[in-house]
């Protein structure tokens, strides 16, 4: 919920940002993941709900989307590829004419998802910690989530699929350069490297929404709907409720005025931090957050 407890002085420069529609939406469509990753922004994992949203009312969404001008969705969860409907969803917005963007930690990927994964449309992302095996399963909660993940990256690279991969700076011991290279080593060329930013899991303990964690692009250009249909302004910025696609047209939720306020309670930073690898379209996308680092 809204908590004016967040909200800076009004920018009249971030205020003329916020009359259109966004051209790039994320659609969370499960918080259910195999992996239980430390850093976790949405505190997925095995026991994480699919929410309250229906395949149909996802559907409902994309049309909506479509009809106002939205260009591209992004599937998110938890991990995307273990909701039964994602390929459904898939084809439903391409059908719409969307780009489609798809952040999945490639633990699983079924025939029928590397098929639609093919297309020229469908780009994937994907996160990576670490070279050594022990340390990347520390990371996920997973033993068997590195040698998966990579088997999967390099099965994209072979068939042409452009992959991200976001190295996310966890562990002081963590070699980041050393992972990046096995990236490159497997044919990725499109490599983000950034520290955790202290939401979800990455808190360690200390309660509550930390608004100037956020990257401060969130709600420019982007909107996310969570797994219940709840719309914000970024996954990240799960706290800041502007209502519910549920009950509200989409259009009417971004254009309305819960929207334009929630959007001043967003820190707009001076040094243009980084959105988050797994909420930004791919690198070809113009409404590209600038990273932290890219190598």
């Known amino acids: 919920m809204l908590t004016t407890a967040l909200n800076p002085l009004p920018d009249p420069s971030v205020q003329a940002l916020t009359g259109g529609i966004p051209s790039f939406l994320e659609l969370e469509i499960t918080g259910f993941c195999q992996l239980r990753c430390i850093h976790c922004y949405a505190e997925s994992g095995p026991h994480g709900g699919r929410g309250t949203m229906t395949t149909l009312d ?3 969404v994309i049309d909506q989307a479509a009809a106002i001008g939205v260009r591209m969705v992004q599937f998110i969860g938890g991990e995307p590829t273990l909701e039964p409907a994602l390929p459904r969803l898939i084809r439903h917005a391409l059908g719409n004419g969307l780009r ?3 952040y999945s930690n ?7 998802l590397w098929e639609l994964f093919s297309q020229p ?11 050594d095996p022990g340390q990347h399963s520390r990371i996920t909660g ?3 989530s590195c040698a998966r993940a990579r088997a999967s990256i390099a099965e994209a690279v072979r068939r042409g699929i452009p992959v991200r991969a976001a190295i996310v ?7 980041v350069e050393r992972a990046a290279a096995e990236l490159r080593r497997l044919g990725v060329t499109d490599i983000r490297i950034r520290p955790a930013q202290g939401l979800g899991r990455a808190a360690l303990g200390v309660a509550g929404p930390d608004a100037p964690k956020l990257c401060g692009n969130c709600g420019l250009d982007r909107a996310a709907i969570l797994p219940d249909g709840q719309l914000t302004p970024c996954a990240m910025a799960r706290w800041l409720d502007c209502g519910s696609v549920r009950e509200t047209p989409l259009a009417n939720l971004l254009t309305g005025p819960l929207w334009q306020h929630t959007l001043t309670l967003v820190p707009r930073h001076a040094d243009v931090r980084a959105c988050a690898p797994d909420d930004c379209p791919p690198a070809s ?8 680092s890219c190598r």
């Open 58 to 60: 996802w559907e409902h």
């Open 100 to 102: 489609v963007y798809v």
């Open 106 to 112: 490639l633990v699983r990927v079924t025939p029928e």
């Open 121 to 131: 449309a469908v780009p994937l992302g994907t996160s990576w910690y670490s070279a």
């Open 142 to 144: 997973s033993r068997s």
């Open 169 to 175: 700076g966890i562990a002081p011991d963590q070699d």
């Open 285 to 292: 996308d113009g409404n590209d957050c600038p990273p932290a």
